[in-house]
C-alpha cells in the first residue's frame, strides 16, 4: 500500500515536473529572451570580447603597387582609416605563398608571403604599425588543405619518406564490370564533383574537400598535427593576436572499415544535382568530434604560448557553418578550453535562407538572436558576423534599407562585433559576367549556374574614393570588375556627409566603449511583424533601447515598454536617416511611431 502510494505521488510528482520544464521553455525560446545573469558593473572584459574586428580580404582592400591587386602595404597605408573608424582587431584571408587557385586558400607555403602581396618583411611592418594604433591583426590559418603545389604535397606523391600518409591516398576500385578506375567513396567536393582525384605519378587517389589543387591533409597523422602547430607557432613569433580557422569542420573525416574502404555519405534529398556538395549528407567528411579536440589542443598551444611569451590572449575564431550543437562545441567544456569565437553565422544561415532576407520579419531576427543566445553555453561570449567573402552582402541580403539597421544591430547586441570590409559603407553584390568570373565554386560549374556559386559578386575591390578605379589601384584594369555604385558609396564621399552609412557605423564603433553595451543584460522582443526591440541595461547606468521597424510599412502606437520591461523617459541617441528622427528628442517608449526602416538608439534619462 505504502509503496504504492509512493509510486503514485512519484509520477503524479513527474508529471508535473514535466510540465512546468516545458512551460519555462516555451516561455524562454519564444519571443523574448530572460537576462541570462544580472550584469556587474565590477565584471572585466578581455581585450577581444570588446573588440571590433574587421574582416580585410587583401586581394581587395587597397593596391599600392599598381598591378590591380590589393597587397600588405596597401593595408598599412589604410590602418589609419581602421582606426578612425574604430577597429581594434583585423582579420586577414590568407596572405601566404599560393597559386591562388582558391584565392589564397590554396597554400604552396605556409611560412611565406605571396610575391603579389609583399614579403616577410612587409608583414612584420604590418604588425609593428597596427601595433602603434593598438590594432591586433589576426591571421588565417587555413589547417584542411594545402595546394598541390606545396612542398609536401610533391614529397607525399613520391612517396618520400615521412610525408608518405600527409595527406589522403586510397587506391580506389577497379569496377568488375566496366573494368573503369572508380574513387574510393562518394564524397564530393565542396567545389562540385567527386572529392577524389586520381594521381598518374603515386598511382592513387587523393581527397580534396574543396579544388583539386586542394588535398585534404591527414589528420590522423600525427607528423601532420606537428607541422601544423610549427605553423601557427611561427606566426605567432611574428606577432598576431591569433587565427581566424578555416574550414575547420572538414578536419577528420570517418576512419575506413576493416576492409579499408570509406563509407559512402547518403543522399540529402535537397538537390538533384549530383555534382553539388549539397547532394549529400556529410555524415563521413564534416563535424567529427576529433575536431573538435583538435581545435583544443590548438587553444592548448596558444595558451603556453602566451604562459612563456607572455602579452595578451591568443585568440581563435573557428569557421563552420555546421549545426548549432556541434558549433557550440567549439567553446569548451569543463576540461578543456576551446574558440574564444566560435563565429556565429545565423544572420547568414539563418532567416529565410542564405540569399534573400530581404522580408524578414521582426520575430525572424528575434529567432536569430536567440539561436545563438539561446544555445550558448553560460559565461561565453557572443559573436556577431552578418557577412564575409563567402557570402551576400549585408544589403543585398537585408535588402539596402536595411544596412543601417543591420550594422545598428550587430553593434548593440552583447558581445563581438565582427564586419567584412565594405559593409561600413553599404557595398553591395555585383553581378560579375561568366568571363570576368575568378571564383572556382563559380567557374567550376557553367556558364548557366555559375552565379549560384560564384563569390566574386561580394569581393570586389574596395571603394575608397569616387576617383578612377575607386582609389583601390592605379592600374587600368583590377582583378575583379568594380561596382559603379562606387561614385557615391565610397569612403572619401560618406566621410562628408553626416547622414551616410560610414558616418553612422563610426557612431556606433564609439557607443560600442559605453559600459552599457560592454557588461549590460540583454532582454530582446519583437512587436508584430514590424518592431524588433532590444533593451540593454547595467546598474548605475543610463539604460540603452533599439528599435527598429524591419519593414517599409509605417507603424504608430507602438508598445515596447511592456515587452521589454522598461519604464522611465527617453531620448534618441543614434537614429539611421529613413527614422527621420532627431538626436535629442524624447520619445515615449509605449507609444512609438516608427517610420518605415526606421532604427533608432535610445537612451534612458
Ligand atoms: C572557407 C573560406 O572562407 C573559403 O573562401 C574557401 O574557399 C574555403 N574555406 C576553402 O578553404
Ligand atoms: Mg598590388
Known amino acids: 500500500m505504502t509503496f504504492l502510494h509512493n509510486l503514485l505521488v512519484t509520477i503524479l510528482l513527474l508529471g508535473l515536473l ?42 581587395s582592400f587597397k593596391d599600392s603597387d599598381g598591378d590591380g591587386v590589393g597587397d600588405i602595404q596597401g593595408i598599412i597605408s589604410k590602418l589609419d582609416y581602421l582606426k578612425e573608424i574604430g577597429v581594434t582587431a583585423t582579420w586577414l584571408s590568407p596572405i601566404f605563398t599560393s597559386p591562388m587557385v582558391d584565392f589564397g586558400y590554396d597554400i604552396s607555403d605556409f611560412f611565406d608571403i605571396q610575391p603579389e602581396y609583399g614579403t616577410l618583411d612587409d608583414f612584420d611592418q604590418l604588425v609593428a604599425e597596427a601595433k ?10 587555413v589547417p584542411n588543405h594545402s595546394s598541390d603545389e606545396n612542398e609536401w604535397f610533391k614529397k607525399s606523391v613520391k612517396r618520400e619518406k615521412g610525408y608518405e600518409d600527409y595527406y589522403m591516398w586510397h587506391d580506389g576500385y577497379v569496377n568488375s564490370n566496366t573494368g573503369q578506375r572508380e574513387p574510393p ?24 574537400q574543396f579544388a583539386v589543387k586542394q588535398p585534404d591533409l591527414n589528420y590522423r597523422n600525427p607528423l601532420v598535427v606537428a607541422q601544423m602547430k610549427r605553423v601557427l607557432t611561427y606566426w605567432l613569433d611574428r606577432g598576431v593576436a591569433g587565427f581566424r580557422m578555416d574550414a575547420v569542420a572538414w578536419c577528420f573525416e570517418s576512419l575506413p572499415d576493416a576492409n579499408g574502404r570509406y563509407p559512402d555519405e547518403p543522399l ?80 547568414i544561415v539563418g532567416g529565410n535562407g542564405v540569399k534573400d532576407n530581404t522580408k524578414l520579419p521582426a520575430g525572424g531576427f528575434v529567432k536569430i538572436i536567440n539561436s545563438w543566445l539561446g544555445q550558448m553555453p553560460s559565461g561565453k561570449t557572443a559573436n556577431w558576423v552578418m557577412g564575409n567573402h563567402d557570402r551576400s552582402r549585408v544589403g543585398t541580403r537585408f535588402g539596402e534599407d536595411r544596412i543601417d539597421l543591420m550594422n545598428m544591430l550587430q553593434m548593440f547586441l552583447p558581445g563581438v562585433s565582427i564586419t567584412y570590409q565594405g559593409e561600413e559603407l553599404g557595398m553591395t553584390d ?56 562606387y561614385q557615391t558609396i565610397n569612403v572619401k564621399t560618406e566621410n562628408a556627409s553626416t547622414t551616410s552609412h560610414l558616418s553612422l557605423y563610426k557612431q556606433l564603433t564609439q557607443l560600442r566603449q559605453l559600459k552599457t553595451l560592454q557588461l549590460g543584460a540583454t532582454r530582446y522582443a519583437n512587436v508584430g511583424d514590424n518592431v524588433l526591440a532590444i533593451k540593454r541595461s547595467l546598474s548605475g547606468e543610463a539604460t540603452l533601447v533599439l528599435v527598429a521597424n524591419v519593414l517599409e510599412t509605417k507603424v504608430t502606437g507602438v508598445d515596447v515598454a511592456g515587452p521589454l520591461y522598461a519604464s522611465g523617459n527617453y531620448k534618441i541617441k543614434v537614429s539611421n536617416p529613413q527614422a527621420k528622427a532627431t538626436v535629442g528628442d524624447s520619445v515615449t517608449l509605449s507609444s512609438l511611431t516608427l517610420e518605415p526602416y526606421a532604427a533608432l538608439i535610445l537612451e534612458s534619462v
Open 185 to 208: 567513396s562518394n564524397w564530393l567536393s565542396g567545389f562540385r564533383g567527386s572529392a577524389w582525384e586520381w594521381n598518374e605519378k603515386r598511382q592513387q587517389y587523393y581527397l580534396h
Open 18 to 59: 514535466c510540465t512546468l520544464g516545458r512551460a519555462a521553455a516555451v516561455d524562454l525560446s519564444l519571443e523574448q529572451h530572460q537576462d541570462r545573469a544580472a550584469a556587474s558593473k565590477e565584471e572585466k572584459r578581455d581585450w577581444w570580447q570588446v573588440a571590433q574586428f574587421y574582416q580585410i580580404y587583401p586581394r
Open 132 to 141: 602603434k594604433r593598438n590594432i591586433k591583426i589576426i591571421l588565417d590559418f
Open 268 to 347: 540529402s534529398g535537397t538537390t538533384d544535382d549530383p555534382d553539388n556538395e549539397a547532394y549529400l549528407k556529410h555524415i563521413h567528411t564534416q563535424d567529427l568530434r576529433e575536431t573538435v579536440e583538435m581545435v583544443f589542443q590548438w587553444k592548448t598551444l596558444l595558451d603556453d604560448y602566451q604562459r612563456v611569451h607572455g602579452g595578451d590572449t591568443r585568440i581563435i575564431m573557428v569557421e563552420t557553418y555546421s549545426e548549432l550543437d556541434y558549433v557550440m562545441q567549439f567553446y569548451g567544456n569543463r576540461t578543456a578550453k576551446g574558440a574564444e569565437i566560435p563565429f556565429n553565422f545565423q544572420f
Open 430 to 485: 555585383l553581378d560579375i559576367s561568366w568571363e570576368d568570373s575568378r571564383d572556382p565554386a563559380g567557374c567550376n560549374s557553367n556558364a548557366d549556374i555559375y552565379d549560384q556559386f560564384s563569390r566574386d559578386p561580394v569581393r570586389t575591390p574596395f571603394h575608397w574614393s569616387n576617383e578612377a578605379n575607386a582609389g583601390f589601384s592605379t592600374s587600368s584594369s583590377t582583378w575583379l570588375p568594380i561596382n559603379p555604385n
